[in-house]
């Protein structure tokens, strides 16, 4: 077998000569060779023991001001395309390591344990089938990368594949790698929600629709395999929500109108991708050989499958003819009929019985199952498409009612009254809302989009999100609110507890809600609970987030059993450690025994979907990932931690949360060195989606949205939000004689082990050199003591955290993770210390013609980080 590592090395180095050819063409070989010179200057002073950076600092400040925008290009460019390689990469190892079957297949390894752990077959299989894994993609952070540029890069990955057969590729990825270099890499303008929801569904159709069938195809396989028995055409584990176009939480731009549009856009992109695969499917089953039931539905024809194909094909246009009359502005006088997923399955299902009762069950396990295994994914609407508003907003709209109404104002009523009068007016027969009424026009909003979910085919919708609940009359003013426009049926509610206090009062929040009759009836034994990363992190501090999620997950976790009501536990994970992110499947087996039994929902965001599903290779590995994880931890899950581990843990969350918020939210300097040390205040030139920077433009730190909270600190390599607090509660566990405590939780105990790892990753990212170079330019002197504080606690965690895991180096059982992070330092250096120079002139001397070279910084860090925020 080839040298794997030494295959990634020649992409790398493939790639890069041909956008040297590029550049040397466009720019000519002197600027070339100017760019090459800075890159082995970073090079030289990566290779010291400590970085020194001087002779790469005089070579930047010699450029001339119109060189300094096409370096910063140059040198992102490289590290988009070295993403791809590495991509690449990852497939060809896992198609290498199948091929001489020198990796265990996961799945089968798994489900032998569980065998020889007492499960029977049936079991497993019944276990299988009922798995509900729902990804939620979402478009905060947005991608950095433009769509058309997406599509280049994806355009070279195709050809890395053709190279690994063979295949004459080299010009095409000149041609590419050409295009790309004349292509702008930042959006002049925000995307429009509808815009992200298109990006989504780019990946849908471009990806995963390839990939799902593949998937479930293999997953079958390896159970008929291990089990004897393989996985129903009408089941499918893996599920896909979306948020894009549907999340209004904090964003303007995104309206009754705007999801209306994405509901039908989401449609129409189904119905597409289904006539060509319904005309493809008819190319092929030529076959005259038919069943009895078949002759009797389309009589006695030559080709019986393609007739009937013919037939549902004609449907299917007919349905997205109405769908593009609706998109085009077209009001029907009646609502047109919805076609249903039966309406679609019923002609392939019998296609398929057919084709086995006439001895062609070879045929029919083709294309003909895919596109059943599709219908069990997609639906007619490719995804579900979730709401989410903040709590705020529903109160807003029953304080302007009962105002009308003259009862007062419902935002000072206590929680029992609130709760008091919005059972009441859920129990009456008679509209709450007056026809004499005119509401402000931020509750109109709130109103019309209810009318749009209530109006929505069920099967296109999934949750609606209550971000910032707290409390039980949260949850029951959206259901209100939803029957006074006409919901038919009982959509789930879901609250999401995002601070640390909420997380701590969700059991309580939930439990008050089950004591109330009319409620259980309403969710029928089914309740989902989001839990919010992002915000309890920039709350709390990672640490004491981290512990509060698990805790509030174990207490709703207990109070479900005791209700007999199935929990649905709902992951608002970020795509960065500091929001909650990491390896998927580590973090499931992670979670509190019991909290994932059989079902899981989670958020796939930004640019993460890309790195995970925008490749159909890696879509159906982290499929399978999620399906073997979860599978696991619902039937084997971790052990409950014992007494002296919750008790470490609660004094580690303890000094974690009194030393982060005593930096953040009580010393002065915080603050102003944030802001003057970070891009913080410059990211909202980025237009990386629809969504503002800020809940509130007059806001401080405490408005600043979780994505540009971390993004900032991202980009100057301190990368604070995931370890401030930690490296104060770790150091003095281990100055108290705690040590051998924490190493024997590292080795026993999944969530701790889950967090230290992920500690360790993103402190093997930070660099106090870059940091310090940020503020020497950028900070006035009195704030220079706090950031010396800062990255000298930097230093000790980074003790601490080999300290518990008992390593020399960072990511000494890692290597494959450590040569990414050393290989891309040299390209990302250039790109620190040329933004903080542009930070620096635009802060004092602004000029329009660097603003576009800072922004093409932040993306090209961005791309050598492997992610925003």
């Known amino acids: 077998m080839s040298d794997l590592h030494e295959d990634l090395r020649d992409d790398v180095r493939m790639l890069g000569e041909s956008l040297g050819r590029t550049i040397s063409s466009d720019l000519g070989p002197d600027f070339l060779e100017r760019v090459e010179h800075i890159r082995q200057l970073a090079k030289a002073g990566r290779n010291q023991e400590r970085p020194e950076h001087q002779q790469l600092l005089e070579a930047l400040g010699e450029l001339h001001e119109d060189e300094v ?31 001489v079957q020198e990796a265990p297949d996961e799945l089968q390894d798994l489900l032998t344990r569980l065998q020889q752990q007492g499960y029977s077959a049936d079991q497993l299989l019944e276990t299988l089938k009922t798995l509900n894994i729902d990804l939620v993609l979402t478009a905060h952070p947005t991608e950095v990368n433009r769509r058309t540029l997406i599509q280049k890069y994806d355009a070279i990955t195709e050809c890395l594949k053709q190279l690994d057969r063979g295949a004459p590729c080299q010009t095409r990825v000149d041609e590419l790698i050409n295009q790309i270099w004349h292509t702008d890499e930042i959006r002049k303008q925000r995307p429009t929600p509808v815009d992200e929801a298109k990006w989504g569904f780019a990946v849908l159709e471009n990806s995963l629709w390839s990939a799902v069938p593949r998937f479930l195809r293999r997953l079958d396989t390896e159970l008929r395999a291990s089990l004897g028995r393989g996985l129903p055409l009408d089941c499918c584990p893996v599920r896909f929500s979306s948020w894009m176009g549907g999340d209004r939480d904090g964003n303007p731009n995104v309206t009754a109108e705007v999801t209306q549009e994405v509901l039908l856009l989401a449609r129409w992109e189904a119905l597409d991708l289904y006539i060509r695969s319904v005309d493809e499917l008819r ?6 050989r038919a069943s009895a039931e078949m002759k009797a539905v389309v009589g006695d024809v030559d080709e019986p499958y393609r007739t009937l194909l013919g037939s549902l094909k004609h449907d299917l246009l007919i349905t997205r003819e109405g769908i593009e009359s609706q998109l085009d502005g077209y009001v029907p006088e009646v609502p047109l009929p919805v076609m249903q997923p039966e309406q679609l399955l019923a002609p392939l299902q019998l296609c398929h019985r057919s084709l086995i009762e006439c001895g062609m069950a070879g045929i029919a396990a083709g294309k003909l199952e895919d596109l059943i295994r599709r219908v069990a994914c997609f639906g007619l609407t490719m995804v579900r498409l979730d709401i989410r508003q903040n709590a705020d907003r529903h109160a807003a709209v029953l304080d302007e009612l009962t105002g009308f109404y003259g009862l007062g104002r419902y935002t000072q009523w206590s929680e029992t009254d609130k709760q008091a009068f919005l059972l009441r007016e859920l129990n009456s027969r008679r509209p709450l809302l007056p026809r004499q009424w005119t509401p402000s026009a931020e509750v109109q909003e709130v109103l019309d989009t209810c009318r749009v979910v209530a109006d929505a085919d069920p099967s296109a919708l999934g949750s609606y999100v209550i971000s910032m609940a707290s409390r039980p009359s949260d949850v029951l003013s959206v259901i209100l609110l939803l029957r006074e426009q006409g919901i038919s049926h009982n959509l789930r509610v879901v609250p999401l507890f995002e601070t640390l206090d909420d997380l701590d009062n969700a059991c309580a ?34 640490l004491a987030a981290a512990w509060g999620q698990y805790r509030a997950q174990e207490a709703l976790t207990a109070l479900c059993a005791r209700h007999k009501i199935k929990l649905t536990l709902f992951h608002g994970r970020g795509g960065t450690v500091g929001r909650g992110g990491g390896p998927s499947h580590t973090a499931i087996l992670a979670q509190p025994p019991g909290s994932v039994a059989g079902s899981l929902r989670v958020t796939e965001q930004g640019e993460m979907i890309r790195f995970k599903f925008g490749v159909p290779e890696l879509a159906i590995r982290n499929m399978e990932l999620y399906t073997g994880a979860v599978l696991q931890a619902t039937l084997a899950p971790a052990p409950a931690p014992d007494r002296e581990w919750r008790d470490e843990m609660d004094s580690l969350a303890a000094a974690g949360l009194g030393s982060y918020r005593a930096v953040v939210r009580e010393d002065p300097q915080f603050v102003p060195y944030f802001r003057c040390a970070t891009p913080e205040q410059e990211l909202a030139k980025l237009p990386l989606g629809s969504r503002p920077a800020k809940r509130r433009a007059d806001g401080g730190v405490e408005s600043l949205r979780a994505i540009p909270w971390i993004f900032a600190w991202t980009q100057i390599r301190l990368m604070l939000p995931a370890w401030l607090g930690s490296d104060s509660a770790l150091g003095e566990a281990i100055d108290n004689g705690e040590l051998p405590r924490l190493q024997h939780m590292y080795r026993n105990w999944p969530f701790f082990r889950t967090y230290i790892d992920m500690l360790e990753m993103v402190l093997a990212k930070s660099d106090i050199s870059i940091a310090a170079y940020y503020e020497q330019r950028l900070v006035s002197p009195e704030l220079t003591a706090l950031g010396s504080a800062l990255r000298a606690r930097l230093l000790k965690a980074v003790e601490q955290v080999k300290q518990v895991k008992s390593v020399k180096q960072l990511l000494d059982q890692n290597p494959v993770i ?13 790109l620190h210390f040329l933004q903080a120079e542009l930070l620096y002139r635009d802060r004092n001397q602004p ?8 922004m093409v910084t932040m993306a090209g860090i961005s791309a050598g980080m492997r992610n925003t925020g």
């Open 69 to 99: 925008l096409p370096v910063a290009r140059a040198f992102t460019q490289f590290l988009n395309l070295a993403n791809i390689a590495e991509e690449h990469h990852r497939v060809r190892r896992r198609l290498d390591n199948a091929a």
């Open 509 to 542: 929040c939930i439990e008050a809600l089950f004591e109330i009759d009319w409620y259980r009836s309403y969710v029928n034994g089914q309740q989902e609970v989001m839990i919010g990363y992002s915000d309890s992190s920039k709350d709390a501090g990672q």
């Open 818 to 830: 450590r040569q990414s992070i050393d290989v891309r330092n040299p390209y990302i250096d250039p």
């Open 283 to 288: 190319g092929e089953l030529s076959m005259f």
């Open 847 to 854: 000029d329009q013609r660097l603003e576009q070279a800072l």
